[in-house]
Every structure is written in structure tokens, then in C-alpha cells.
């Protein structure tokens, strides 16, 4: 019997080159090339499958190119970059990687918080400059996390595990704002209260943004909300570039009504917004919040296993751990 033939369309550790290539004929892509759309859609022709990452777009236009499609696996939680409903109409199978990334997402989301709260790249880069002769009273001087407010905007699994590490381990009040309400247990267990969007950005003094990207997501933070906050403030943003309005944050931070921002994601990456280049209270890293040795492989591995089983194969045949749109299954 014929093998299924599958594109990987980003490069990944060969080990999972290897094991997809025990089950299904694999196209890789190991010299990670970023196909422009027309190459993607003929890549795919007579592919069954497709592993992604979330800078590969499966549309409409793409999957009628290819009806032969029949299952693509994103090594990402996040699948903005995924038309679920276009895939669901035509019996696409979607997937994720949910639960493997979230803690190490969450410390990361800590991390960059507690590095603008505490001015640690500004600092770095004075120091590198040759800038440091002497100490002063107010040299750097930041904000505390310890015994602040932490306002947590989507409140998911990462979000979830964000307010644990604040609330137990930082003795944070804190509050967050969500589509609905977490159960009491949810809430104890996070020691988190739920409070309107408003509340939020009015009360945080440390504000984390981890709510997925979509049409009703777009913008959710922009001017008239960052103008709604602390100017002793921080805002963090792991969640999706086009979530905040990277322009209006941009003049927040350089009119100081905003004290300074942590961000990981942004509005058209890997192109950064020219101004956010140039204030100095901004930590910026390039969408690296998952990147831990052992979390980027279990993604590549989960991502892997859904494609496997959509595929029918391997020992968990037919039941991928992981699907978006699981309708599709069933029908
Ligand atoms: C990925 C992410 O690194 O999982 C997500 O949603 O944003 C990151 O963990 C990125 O999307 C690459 O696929």
C-alpha cells in the first residue's frame, strides 16, 4: 500500500523528520525556505497531510487548490494562522498543540513582566554602552511585582497558569477579565478574580495579554484602553501580534502614560513597528516565549502524532490526541 504523502512546511528536528517518515512520504523542508503562497499550494499538491507552524496560512483559496488535503497539524497552540471553518466545510481535520507549552509559555510571560517592570534590557544596554561609572539613588529604578496588582487578559490555560506563579509565588492580588467567568474552583485554585475589562485596565499595575487572536480580539488593547491605565503601568503581550495596537503603545511608552511594556508578538512579524525600535522602555523578543529545549520538541512531537493518527496510523489510528475541529471525525 502507497504511503500518505505529507509536507512539512517548516524546518524541525530531524528526529521528527525521521519518525513521520516511518509512516507517510515526507517533503521536507529542512533549509526552512518561507514558501511565498503559490509555492505552498503547489507543495501541497498530492499531499494528504501538512505539519505547520503559525506562520503558514491554510485558507480557502489553498485548500480548494488542494481537495486531496485532508489533515494539518500546527506545532502551535495558538491557529490564527488556520481557516477552521473553511478546513470544517471541507472536511479538513485542524490541530494544535495545546497543555505541552503552557508552563513554559507562562514563565516566559513572567520573565518578560518582570524584565520591563525592572527595566532590565534598558539597564543591560546602558551598561553595554560604557555608559556605568558611577551608582545613583535612582539609577533604574522600576516597579514591583511582589504584592502588585496582576491583570490577566484572557484567562486560558496559560493565562491560568500565569496567575498561579503571581498569586503563589509573587503574593500579587490578582484580577482578570475573560468571555466568561472560571469556575469558583478554578478561581480559588489561582487565587484570581474575575473583574470587567475596564476594572482590569484600570486597577492592573502589571498587565499580561494572552488571549488568542481573532476578528473580536483585533485591537483589543489601543489607544482609548491604554489610556484607561496606570502610567506607573506595564504591559506584556504573549499572546498574538494585532491583539494590542502596537502603534498606539508605541506613543503610550514614548509619552510615558504607559511605564513600560514587555513584548514577544507584533502586528505583521517578524517586522516590528519602527517606533517600538526606539523607545527605550520596551523589552522586545522575537516570538519566543514557547522556545525551551524540551517544550519546543513535545509540540513537534504532538504536532506529529495528530498527523500520524488523522492519517489513520500508528497506535492511536484515528484519534488524533489533539483536534480543533473534531466534527470533522465524526462525520
Ligand atoms: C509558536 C505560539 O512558537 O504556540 C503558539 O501559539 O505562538 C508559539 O508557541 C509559534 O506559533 C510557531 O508555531
Keep these: 500500500m502507497n504511503k500518505p504523502a505529507v509536507l512539512i512546511a517548516r524546518a524541525v528536528f530531524p528526529e521528527v523528520v525521521e519518525r513521520l517518515a516511518r509512516y507517510v512520504e515526507v517533503e521536507a523542508n529542512q533549509e526552512d525556505r518561507v514558501f511565498s503562497k503559490a509555492e505552498l499550494i503547489e507543495r501541497l499538491r498530492g499531499k494528504t497531510g501538512a505539519f505547520t ?7 480557502a483559496e489553498l485548500l480548494d487548490a488542494n481537495p486531496q488535503l485532508k489533515v494539518v497539524a500546527n506545532m502551535a497552540v495558538g491557529y490564527n494562522n488556520f481557516d477552521v471553518s473553511a478546513c470544517t466545510a471541507r472536511g479538513v481535520l485542524c490541530t494544535n498543540t495545546p497543555d505541552v507549552l503552557t508552563e513554559t509559555t507562562a514563565d516566559f510571560g513572567f520573565a518578560l513582566m518582570m524584565a520591563a517592570a525592572r527595566r532590565m534590557t534598558e539597564a543591560e544596554h ?33 493565562g491560568q ?3 498561579r506563579r503571581g498569586a ?14 472560571l469556575s469558583a474552583q478554578v478561581e480559588a485554585e489561582c487565587k484570581a478574580t474575575y473583574v470587567s475589562k475596564e476594572t482590569l485596565l484600570r486597577e492592573s499595575d502589571h ?24 502610567p506607573s503601568a506595564t504591559l506584556t503581550n504573549i499572546a498574538r501580534g494585532g ?11 514614548a509619552d510615558r502614560r504607559l511605564a513600560a511594556a514587555g513584548l514577544d508578538v507584533f502586528e505583521g512579524e517578524p517586522q516590528v513597528h519602527p517606533r517600538l525600535l526606539t523607545v527605550p522602555n520596551v523589552v522586545l523578543t522575537p516570538h519566543i516565549a514557547s ?19 488523522a492519517l489513520g496510523l500508528g497506535p492511536n489510528a484515528g484519534k488524533p490526541p489533539t483536534p480543533i475541529n473534531p466534527e470533522v471525525l465524526r462525520a
Design 207 to 230: 498587565l499580561i495579554i494572552v488571549v488568542p487572536y481573532s476578528k473580536e480580539s483585533h485591537h483589543a488593547v489601543g489607544a482609548a484602553e491604554l489610556a484607561m491605565m496606570k
Design 161 to 163: 497558569a500565569i496567575a
Design 243 to 253: 491583539v494590542v495596537d502596537d502603534a498606539a503603545l508605541a506613543d503610550a511608552l
Design 126 to 158: 546602558y551598561l553595554r554602552r560604557g555608559e556605568w561609572n558611577r551608582w545613583f539613588y535612582d539609577m533604574f529604578v522600576g516597579s514591583d511585582i511582589h504584592g502588585a496588582t496582576l491583570g490577566i487578559l484572557g484567562m486560558g490555560r496559560i
Design 53 to 59: 507552524t503559525g506562520s503558514v496560512v491554510i485558507d
Design 168 to 181: 503563589h509565588g509573587f503574593g500579587m492580588r490578582v484580577i482578570y477579565h475573560n468571555r466568561s467567568a
Design 291 to 309: 522556545a525551551s529545549v524540551a517544550t519546543r520538541r513535545a509540540m513537534a512531537e504532538l504536532a506529529a502524532d495528530n498527523l500520524i493518527a
